[in-house]
């Protein structure tokens, strides 16, 4: 395995996680230490990231999924890091401007999937993301308030087996894995589930719904 010769800068999860799976070859720095080595790779949050490219013009490569800077390649992990390192064999690795191939080569080592991004789509690849991830953790976290502040407490494993199912039919089937009130018509069922609601979430529900 060839030793990736630069530095991350950002200390948050995303810079952890992947100073981890490098190993100790990789100085993991905050965001006002030097830099031992050329290149260095910027896991700071995006308001922060026009400051730090500054210090490193020409040498710097960020790693923001929705943020597009002049001169600033991008190199973006489709995934939600935690604070160590995880398997991320077949991740797709968002590429935007000409992001050095030794830093493109130490991302494919730990098995991420490089592509090619244009930048007028970046705003939208990484709505999507939003929506798949971050919004659809809302939503079944909210699915779970909801009967908790009802005082309904669901056995076993909760609502964890209908989620899983629910993906795993996703994949496999596409649109058709769909089910329930929506999909059958059913208005009557619709509309007394959405009365059990409180006006925000009954929002939520009728405009997914018809989506």
Do not use: N
């Amino acid at each position: 395995m060839s030793v990736p010769a630069f530095s991350i800068v950002g200390r948050g999860k995303a810079g952890r996680a992947l100073a981890q799976a490098w190993g100790s070859r990789i100085a993991l720095l905050s965001h006002d230490e030097t830099p031992v080595t050329e290149w260095v790779l910027l896991a700071v949050p995006d308001a922060a990231i026009a400051a730090q490219a500054a210090r490193f013009p020409g040498h710097c490569v960020h790693l923001s999924g929705s943020l597009d800077l002049d001169d600033v390649p991008c190199a973006h992990p489709l995934t939600s890091f935690g604070a160590q390192a995880d398997d991320w064999r077949g991740t797709p690795l968002a590429l935007t401007g000409a992001v050095p191939q030794f830093i493109t080569d130490a991302f494919v080592e730990l098995g991420f999937v490089p592509f090619v991004l244009p930048r007028e789509h970046k705003a939208l690849y990484h709505a999507v993301a939003v929506l798949a991830c971050a919004h659809s953790a809302t939503l079944w976290l909210g699915a779970q308030a909801l009967l908790a502040e009802a005082g309904v407490t669901l056995p076993g494993a909760g609502l964890r087996p209908l989620v899983e199912i629910t993906v795993r039919k996703i994949f496999e089937q596409g649109a058709s894995a769909r089910t329930g009130p929506f999909v059958r018509g059913d208005q009557a069922t619709i509309q007394r589930d959405a009365a059990a609601l409180p006006p925000a979430w009954r929002e939520v529900f009728l405009k997914l719904g018809v989506l």
